[in-house]
């Protein structure tokens, strides 16, 4: 079974503070992948992140940074300087590697609602 | 990537009467998936589109009230039927796309309103 966590249900910073919105991940299987996905006001849900089981390297675009820590088995995600325009729900997602086509499915967290005050 | 778009954005409807969502996708894609996301919730599975035959449901779901086909690979729809208040959500429409079917994309959604 799978399960993501996203612990924080709201965040408010004033802008351009930074904010990490956590994400922490329960699976049995050996290879995964973890997603960051966005969703703005408008409500589609924008992909921001795919990172790999195998691939524990942190990456950084741009203002935003993810830290993947396999031991602790958390994915949690930065935003550097924040904006106004960052102010959505984040959700964290996890799901195994295809192996038999149907069987694998996108487990989501409950979402981060982030209001950045102006 | 895979750009998805979806018909209509949002609809209002009557209670007992049905909508049917269209999807679309850009590019051929292997899995297609329908999601439903009620008022402040996080997004639950409906089912799988499976080209060519029956969609796979999740548990709680039934074709009798979400019907879903999928006659090729960059086109599915579902239905919503014999809707009630309870129906009212945002209902997404979900594709993989890449060398592994690595990343999961999303339609912008249909917000559904149900009277």
């Known amino acids: 079974a799978q399960k993501v966590t996203q612990a924080q249900t709201e965040i408010s910073v004033v802008e351009k503070e930074d904010v990490t919105l956590d994400c922490v991940y329960e699976t049995r299987d050996t290879t995964y992948y973890l997603f960051w996905y966005k969703q703005p006001p408008s409500g589609e849900l924008v992909f921001l992140i795919r990172r790999n089981s195998f691939d524990e390297q942190n990456e950084i675009s741009g203002r935003y940074s993810w830290n993947f820590q396999k031991s602790t088995s958390s994915f949690n995600f930065t935003i550097t300087a924040s904006q106004v325009v960052d102010s959505a729900v984040y959700f964290c997602a996890l799901r195994p590697v295809f192996r038999n086509f149907g069987n694998e499915k996108l487990t989501f967290g409950t979402g981060t609602r982030l209001t950045i005050i102006p | 990537s895979a750009v998805i778009s979806q018909k209509p954005s949002r609809d209002i409807c009557q209670r007992g009467t049905s909508l049917t969502i269209q999807c679309q996708v850009d590019s051929q894609v292997t899995m297609m998936f329908w999601y439903r996301q009620q008022p402040g919730q996080s997004l639950t599975l409906i089912a799988t589109a499976n080209q060519g035959s029956e969609a796979t449901y999740e548990s709680g779901f039934v074709i009798d009230k979400f019907p879903i086909s999928r006659p090729n690979l960059t086109f599915s729809t579902l239905t919503v039927s014999n809707m009630s208040p309870e129906d009212s959500s945002i209902y997404l429409c979900?594709?993989?796309?890449?060398?592994?079917?690595?990343?999961?994309?999303f339609g912008p959604g249909t917000r559904l309103l149900v009277l």
């Open positions: 979900s594709a993989t796309s890449g060398g592994a079917l690595e990343t999961q994309y």
